[in-house]
T-cell receptor, first 115, second 112 residues
Framework: GAVVSQHPSRVICKSGTSVKIECRSL??????MFWYRQFPKKSLMLMAT?????????EQGVEKDKFLINHASLTLSTLTVTSAHPEDSSFYICSAPTDSRAAQYFGPGTRLLVL | RKEVEQDPGPFNVPEGATVAFNCTYS??????FFWYRQDCRKEPKLLMS???SGNEDGRFTAQLNRASQYISLLIRDSKLSDSATYLC?????????????FGTGTRLTIIP
């Protein structure tokens, strides 16, 4: 069964609005979660590393003020796309390792369409 | 140069055939290696880890050559359900619990 869940699975919004995406680990605690983005026919690109109890670490070129990450608990990380624009339309996927010595499992993803 | 390079395909292979994918990576400090599969409009799912000694899981065999920085995946007796995009993935951590770097994927279609 799924070990990582995401909500919502799909979002359509108007340009300028903010969108929050939740990533939850199921039946395990995740001190670290990862947020990726995938554009059509492109590979997944890491956006940021979400750390429970501390600030997220952003990859080069990813605006931290636009993509707000909050890792409020050991089972929940949220990504908020602020003032979304059409170019932010993408497939956003989170992942988490089930423990410190394990490979990562991915959530089902959130498909964002900004009109 | 991309960190992880794969032939994008598409590979169109008849059912029952054997197919092989290759991947090269540029960061010699990479510590762990994986193959994920991604179905259309879905999240990636871990297929198998890849070890230097080579490892097999049913019809799937993966191989790693650290000296050449080359990873391979072999699928025997291919099934229709094997149709997907196969992603070569590397990580700087020994267990893959840190940043993952993905190749662009190789698209495989199994033909009845």
């Amino acid at each position: 069964g799924a070990v990582v869940s995401q909500h919502p699975s799909r979002v359509i919004c108007k340009s300028g609005t903010s969108v929050k995406i939740e990533c939850r680990s199921l039946d395990f605690q995740a001190t670290t979660m990862f947020w990726y983005r995938q554009f059509p026919k492109k590979s997944l690109m890491l956006m940021a590393t979400s750390n429970e109890g501390s600030k997220a670490t952003y990859e080069q070129g990813v605006e931290k003020d636009k993509f707000l990450i909050n890792h409020a608990s050991l089972t929940l990380s949220t990504l908020t796309v602020t003032s979304a624009h059409p170019e932010d339309s993408s497939f956003y996927i989170c992942s988490a390792p089930t423990d410190s010595r394990a490979a990562q499992y991915f959530g089902p993803g959130t498909r964002l369409l900004v009109l | 140069r991309k960190e992880v390079e794969q032939d994008p395909g598409p590979f169109n292979v008849p059912e029952g055939a054997t197919v092989a994918f290759n991947c090269t990576y540029s960061n010699s400090a990479s510590q762990s290696f994986f193959w994920y599969r991604q179905d259309c409009r879905k999240e990636p799912k871990l297929l198998m880890s890849v070890y230097s000694s080579g490892n097999e899981d049913g019809r799937f065999t993966a191989q790693l050559n650290r000296a050449s920085q080359y990873i391979s995946l072999l699928i025997r007796d291919s099934k229709l359900s094997d149709s997907a995009t196969y992603l070569c993935v590397v990580s700087p951590s020994p267990f893959g619990n840190e940043k993952l770097t993905f190749g662009t994927g190789t698209r495989l279609t199994i033909i009845p």
